[in-house]
């Protein structure tokens, strides 16, 4: 069975500081793994896709990371912003996707 | 990217009713569909996997009868929460995958349920 743990499960920053949120799993048999953001009381948004075949990817300000054999992801934001404020959830997809508990974001003007 | 929508986005209902929420694929076709339910400050829980033409595989915990899924179509989902209680309210949601190859699922905007 799939579990996710995500680390650190609450971060406060300054503006314009580089983070890094940090994501592992336990079963490796994956296909890709996702990352996304959700704003209070909203859906998801999806914010990259790592294929297992592939190790990193990056979207503007974001790069995440995937290494799949130790069972660990990274999301990694640049100069962050106020409006990156936000819950940041981690899912490895298989069969199935299971969801981490998220790392709630919140960056200080 | 695939478009997947959901309706209604919210819904208020008294105990003891049944709600339908939909999840439709709009431009591609999904094969299997995932639903979720997410209670406040908590993450998303998978509740079970909707297979067209065939029976839905529920997650352990969540009861068959009382969250009856029905995939109709290769575009369409429907998750009926039946005689609803106040503790069925949540958010939920559903996503599909398909349509890019890459084993992407896409999700839906959500659909608020409060039982009163």
């Known amino acids: 069975k799939q579990e996710v743990t995500q680390i650190p499960a609450a971060l406060s920053v300054p503006e314009g500081e580089n983070l890094v949120l940090n994501c592992s799993f336990t079963?490796?048999?994956?296909?890709?793994l996702q990352w996304f953001r959700q704003d209070p009381g909203k859906g998801l948004t999806s914010l990259l896709l790592?294929?297992?075949?592939?190790r990193e990817q990056t979207s503007g300000r974001l790069n995440a990371s995937l290494d799949k054999s130790s069972g660990r992801s990274t999301l990694y934001i640049a100069a962050s912003q106020p409006g990156d404020s936000a819950t940041y959830l981690c899912?490895?997809?298989?069969?199935?996707?299971?969801f981490g508990k998220g790392t709630r974001l919140h960056i200080l003007p | 990217g695939a478009v997947v929508s959901q309706h209604p986005s919210w819904v208020i209902c008294k105990s003891g009713t049944s709600v339908k929420i939909e999840c439709r694929s709009l431009?591609?076709?999904?094969?299997?569909m995932f639903w979720y339910r997410q209670f406040p400050k908590q993450s998303l829980m998978l509740m079970a996997t909707?297979?067209?033409?065939?029976?839905?595989?529920?997650e352990q915990g969540v009861e068959k009868d009382k969250f009856l899924i029905n995939h109709a179509s290769l575009t369409l989902s429907t998750l009926t929460v039946t005689s609803a209680h106040p503790e069925d309210s949540s958010f939920y949601i559903c996503?599909?995958?398909?349509?890019?190859?890459?084993?992407?699922?896409?999700f839906g905007p959500g659909t608020r349920l409060t039982v009163l």
């Open positions: 909707s297979n067209e033409g065939s029976k839905a595989t529920y």
């Open positions: 996503s599909a995958g398909g349509g890019t190859g890459k084993n992407e699922q896409f």
């Open positions: 790592i294929q297992s075949s592939q």
């Open positions: 431009d591609f076709q999904a094969t299997t």
């Open positions: 079963d490796s048999a994956i296909y890709n």
């Open positions: 899912a490895p997809g298989g069969d199935k996707i299971i």
